[in-house]
C-alpha cells in the first residue's frame, strides 16, 4: 500500500486530549517515524501507543467518516449537505468515485496506522527500560489495533481484498490477497495480541496493573492487559462469525466482556470512541444538522404489545425533524433524524447488545442440523425484549435459515443502527440485494436512478502504483473481478 512518510510523533502529539489523562510529555521537537524506529525511548513508544487510539478514530464521527457514509451505503442514513451533493449522487446513485473523499477511502488512513503499529512492535524492543511485561502489553495492544484497522479496510472493500504484507519499506508494495487471507491475517493478529496480553497479566503476578501508556475514557474498564483482553476476544468473535467460523466466535466470546446472563443486563457495556470539547481533541461530528435517518426505518420498525408503540430501540435512536430533501433530482427525502449523538457523545467500536446477537448468530450456525436454534432464539429474544420492548420470538415459527437470518437481521438493524455500518455489512455477506431508493428513472428524466454500491474500489493512487492490479479492475457495483 501506498503511505507518505510523515512525522508521525508530531501530529499525534499534538491531538492527544485524553480527559482524565495525565500526560507528562517533553517537546520531543516533532519527532518522526526514523525516530521511533532507530531511537526509541519509553517516552516515544508510549506516546506512539497512544497515537494508535487517535489513528484508530480517526473518520469514525465525521460526516465522511464510516459510521456516516457506510450509514448511507446501507440506506440507514441521508446525508442533505446542500454544498456537496456527492452525499447522495455518488454514494446512492453511485458509482463510487476511487480518487476522491466519498469513494477513495478508508485505506490510507488505516494502513498508516498499521504502519505506525510495525514502527511501534520493531521500537519496543530496543527500549532497555521497559519491563518485559509492558513489552508484552504494549505488542498485544498494537496487534489488536492493528487488527481493528485491517477489519475496516476489509469490510469497506470486500471482494478487492487487500494488503496484509505491510512491514516494508515504504517504497516497497506488498502483494494484494483475497478477502478470505485478510480475514485469516485479521485472526492472526487478534490471537497474536491475546497470547502477548496474556504474558503481561502471567508476569504481573496478579497485581493487574494498566498499561504503561494512557486510553481514552471509551476504554474504561479495559485499561489493563487483563481487561484488554476481553475486548480482543470480543473483536475476534465479530471477525469469526464474519468469517463463518461460528465455532471459534463461540469460544471467543466466552473469553469477552459479554453479559448475557444477568438480571439487569447492561448493554452499553463496551469501548467506545470518546470524543469531547477539550483542547486538541476532537468533537463527534454525526450530530451534524444535514444527517437524516432514513425513512425506512420508521416503515419497517415493529410494534410493541400494544401494537402501537414502536420498537423502543427506535425511539431511542429516533426523533421526527422537519423535512429534508436531497438535491434535485435525486427522489429521496426524509421526516426523522438520529437522536442518540451529540458534539461529545461516543460511538460503540463494540459492546455487549453486538455481542449478544453474535452469539445467537454463531448458536445457530455452529452445526449443521440446527441444534442449538431454541438457544439461539433465546439470545434474540434476550434483546428483543429487554432493548426493543417487543414480545418474544416462538423458535417453532423458525423453520428455515432463511427465517432466522431475517430476524437476525431484524434486531442486528435496530440494536446497532448507525453505529459504524453494519446493516450494509449483514446484507452484503448474507447476499441479501439493499434497498434501492428509487428504482427506475421518472418520465422526465430528472430521477436518476440509484445504485447498490457493494463495496470500496481500491484507491486511485495505488492502483497508479500497481498498473494491472486486477483489484484495481473492480467497481463499487461489481460483486467479483
Same mark, same amino acid.
Given at each position: ?85 456527492? @452525499? ?122 494498566? @498499561?504503561? @501508556? ?123 433524524? @438520529? ?36 438457544? &439461539? ?29 431475517? &430476524? ?34 421518472? &418520465? ?26 486486477? &483489484? ?10
Amino acid at each position: 500500500m501506498i503511505i507518505k512518510k510523515l512525522p508521525l510523533l508530531g501530529v499525534m502529539l499534538g491531538s492527544l486530549g485524553l480527559p482524565g489523562c495525565d500526560l507528562d510529555i517533553p517537546d520531543l521537537n516533532n519527532p518522526g517515524q526514523d525516530q521511533l524506529d532507530t531511537n526509541p525511548t519509553v517516552t516515544t513508544v508510549n506516546s506512539a501507543a497512544t497515537g494508535l487510539l487517535i489513528g484508530n478514530r480517526t473518520a469514525k464521527g465525521t460526516t465522511t467518516g464510516y459510521v456516516n457514509l457506510l450509514g448511507i451505503l446501507g440506506r440507514e442514513a441521508y446525508d442533505f449537505d446542500v454544498s456537496d451533493n456527492r @452525499f447522495t449522487t455518488e454514494m446512492l446513485q453511485g458509482p463510487l468515485i476511487n480518487n476522491d473523499a466519498f469513494g477513495g477511502g478508508f485505506w490510507a488512513g488505516p494502513y498508516a496506522n498499521i504502519r505506525l503499529g510495525n514502527l511501534i512492535l520493531h521500537g519496543v524492543d530496543k527500549v532497555d527500560e521497559y519491563a518485559d511485561r509492558d513489552k508484552q502489553a504494549i505488542r498485544g495492544f498494537t496487534h489488536t489495533i492493528q487488527a481493528l484497522e485491517l477489519m475496516v479496510v476489509i469490510l469497506t472493500h470486500d471482494v478487492t481484498g487487500a494488503v496484509i504484507d505491510t512491514d516494508r519499506p515504504v517504497d516497497e508494495l506488498g502483494p494484494f490477497v483475497s478477502k478470505d487471507a485478510v480475514y485469516v491475517e485479521i485472526a492472526r493478529l487478534l490471537d497474536q495480541g491475546r497470547t502477548e496480553l496474556t504474558a503481561a497479566v502471567a508476569a504481573d503476578a496478579g497485581d493487574d496493573a494498566p @498499561f504503561s @501508556f494512557p486510553l481514552s475514557p471509551g476504554f474504561s474498564g479495559f485499561t489493563t492487559p487483563k481487561n484488554f483482553i476481553k475486548f480482543n476476544r470480543a473483536i475476534r468473535a465479530r471477525i469469526a462469525v464474519y468469517h463463518k467460523d461460528y465455532q471459534m466466535a463461540l469460544d471467543a466470546l466466552a473469553a469477552s466482556f459479554i453479559d448475557d446472563t444477568s438480571e439487569t443486563i447492561n448493554f452499553n457495556l463496551g469501548v467506545f470512541y470518546s470524543y469531547s470539547v477539550a483542547v486538541g481533541d476532537a468533537t463527534n461530528g454525526l450530530n451534524n444538522r444535514s444527517i437524516y435517518a432514513h425513512p425506512g426505518l420508521t416503515t419497517d420498525a415493529k410494534k410493541q404489545p400494544d401494537n402501537k408503540t414502536p420498537d423502543a430501540r427506535y425511539g431511542a435512536k429516533i426523533i421526527s425533524a422537519a423535512i429534508g430533501n436531497g438535491p434535485t433530482g435525486s427522489g429521496v427525502s426524509s421526516t426523522i433524524k @438520529f437522536k442518540m449523538y451529540t458534539n461529545i457523545s461516543s460511538i460503540p467500536v463494540i459492546r455487549n447488545e453486538e455481542l449478544i446477537l453474535l452469539k445467537a448468530e454463531a448458536l445457530y450456525f455452529s452445526d449443521a442440523n440446527r441444534s442449538q436454534k431454541q438457544a &439461539a432464539v433465546d439470545k434474540l429474544n434476550i434483546v428483543r425484549q429487554k432493548s426493543g420492548g417487543l414480545g418474544p420470538l416462538d423458535a417453532n415459527q423458525i423453520t428455515s435459515d432463511d427465517a432466522f437470518i431475517q &430476524a437476525l437481521l431484524y434486531e442486528r438493524r435496530y440494536s446497532l443502527m448507525f453505529e459504524g455500518g453494519h446493516r450494509w455489512i449483514d446484507l452484503r455477506r448474507f447476499g441479501i440485494p439493499l434497498p434501492l431508493d428509487v428504482e427506475m428513472d421518472s &418520465a422526465d428524466g430528472k430521477v436518476l436512478k440509484h445504485v447498490r454500491n457493494l463495496h470500496y474500489p481500491v484507491p486511485l493512487a495505488e492502483c497508479d502504483a500497481r498498473p494491472g492490479e486486477p &483489484a484495481c479492475a473492480i467497481a463499487s457495483q461489481q460483486s467479483s473481478p
